[in-house]
T-cell receptor, first 114, second 114 residues
Framework: AQSVAQPEDQVNVAEGNPLTVKCTYS??????LFWYVQYPNRGLQFLLK??????LVKGSYGFEAEFNKSQTSFHLKKPSALVSDSALYFC????????????FGTGTKLQVIP | NAGVTQTPKFQVLKTGQSMTLQCAQD?????MSWYRQDPGMGLRLIHY???????DQGEVPNGYNVSRSTTEDFPLRLLSAAPSQTSVYFC?????????????FGSGTRLTVV
């Protein structure tokens, strides 16, 4: 079985400050982890993924995520937040490498304050 | 190349009515799926298909039917709408080519059952 958890319903950060959106996972075998972003009244957009390789994954819009096996975490980060980053962020995993049956976390609302 | 197209964008149904949510993709993706999004619950998988003629149940399949007669289309049918089916529905398609894969979402259908 696999699952992801997002412990924070909302994260507030000042514009220009670094941001972190947390995600922890519990999977059997190798995890395949993803981050998606949802802007209001829009579908989900892919940000980045981790399959194997470097623990630091770089994605779209300046976001990156660090895979930490010992802490079973895959936190999303950005060095300097923009107001336009305000959105709903979903962590997700899949037992088959992102191809099928992606399981999503409950989402974290990011609010960047001007 | 339109990606994943969902219709309608909005729909209001009366309890007991039936309807079909349409989903079409033009990327020749073999895998398609339907999710519903509810506040505080993230996205939950309803049904999915790994190819034409093949469908299977996800996490919350009750009250919904699907079929996949072509690679392009994956309609979701509500047989007898209930207020509990008020939600935002997302269709997604994905592919895998070796280590590369992608997951594309439609823009969603907001359904209200009264």
């Amino acid at each position: 079985a696999q699952s992801v958890a997002q412990p924070e319903d909302q994260v507030n950060v000042a514009e220009g400050n670094p941001l972190t959106v947390k995600c922890t996972y519990s999977v059997s075998g190798n995890p395949y982890l993803f981050w998606y972003v949802q802007y209001p009244n829009r579908g989900l957009q892919f940000l980045l993924k981790y399959i194997t390789g470097d623990n630091l994954v770089k994605g779209s819009y300046g976001f990156e995520a660090e895979f930490n096996k010992s802490q079973t975490s895959f936190h999303l980060k950005k060095p300097s937040a923009l107001v336009s980053d305000s959105a709903l962020y979903f962590c997700a995993d899949s037992p088959s490498g992102g191809y099928q049956k992606v399981t999503f976390g409950t989402g974290t609302k990011l609010q960047v304050i001007p | 190349n339109a990606g994943v197209t969902q219709t309608p964008k909005f729909q209001v149904l009366k309890t007991g009515q039936s309807m079909t949510l349409q989903c079409a993709q033009d990327m020749n993706h073999e895998y398609m799926s339907w999710y519903r999004q509810d506040p505080g619950m993230g996205l939950r998988l309803i049904h999915y298909s790994v190819g034409a003629g093949i469908t299977d149940q996800g996490e919350v399949p009750n009250g919904y039917n699907v079929s996949r007669s072509t690679t392009e289309d994956f309609p979701l049918r509500l047989l007898s709408a209930a207020p509990s089916q008020t939600s935002v529905y997302f269709c997604a398609s994905s592919y895998r080519r070796g280590a590369n894969y992608g997951y594309t979402f439609g823009s969603g259908t907001r359904l209200t059952v009264v």
